[in-house]
């Protein structure tokens, strides 16, 4: 039997999290973290982080030798240009420990939770596509909150991803985090219960 794959994604900030959660504790799916392996990426002494370090000097680091995450956001936010140049280190890196997991899971269903699925070209690892959204003004206020930033800072990370727009109508399931967590939840379920041949 082939696995169900889902690829669960949608703007930053917009409730995966909560999906992704949900998924794991209620309904005991195996759920891998494309943000997971991407900190793994740049652990101390990883040749990524070598590698961001030469480009970037070693002002990049903090004291214990770890990234400073909140500078490399700062350039990466700003300037498109090394924004790709470090996703062209990381992800091929995430690619490799998704189907890692995936090959040893026996499981079958699987939740890969991946932000950037689209703009990554991630599709290919999925049988199906999850979009988590609420409304814009939502993920910003969201956004603001969760990672202390101004409205220019949060809107500067919005705009770094495809529209929210763009993603509902390239996914299979689209689930609206603009109410509670229960109401997302029960369209969790509905989601799960059906049995998607939409072609991606």
């Given amino acids: 039997m082939d696995k169900r794959i889902i690829g669960l994604t949608g703007g930053i900030a917009t409730g995966k999290t909560i999906v992704a959660n949900y998924l794991a504790t209620a309904k005991n799916i195996p759920i891998f ?27 990049i680091l903090l004291p214990d030798g770890s990234l ?9 936010f700003t300037q498109s240009d090394e924004r790709q140049w470090v996703e062209s280190l990381i992800h091929p890196y995430v690619v490799h420990r998704f189907q890692e997991a995936m090959a040893k899971s026996a499981s079958p269903t699987l939740v890969l939770v991946i932000p950037l699925l689209f703009e990554a070209q991630m599709t290919d690892l999925v049988t199906e596509i999850w979009v988590v959204r609420c409304s814009e003004s939502q993920q910003l206020q969201r956004l603001m909150q969760r990672n202390n930033l101004t409205p220019q800072q949060a809107q500067t990370r919005i705009n770094s991803q495809l529209s929210l727009e763009e993603k509902a109508a390239r996914a299979n399931v689209v689930l609206d985090n603009s109410s509670t967590p229960a ?18």
């Fill in 68 to 76: 400073n995450r909140e500078q490399l956001g700062a350039i990466i």
């Fill in 183 to 200: 109401s997302v939840c029960k369209q969790v379920d509905i989601a799960l219960a059906m049995t998607t041949t939409n072609k991606l």
């Fill in 33 to 59: 973290d494309a943000d997971i392996y991407a900190r793994d990426a740049v652990a101390i002494g990883s040749d990524i982080l070598r590698a961001i370090a030469g480009r970037y000097g070693q002002e």
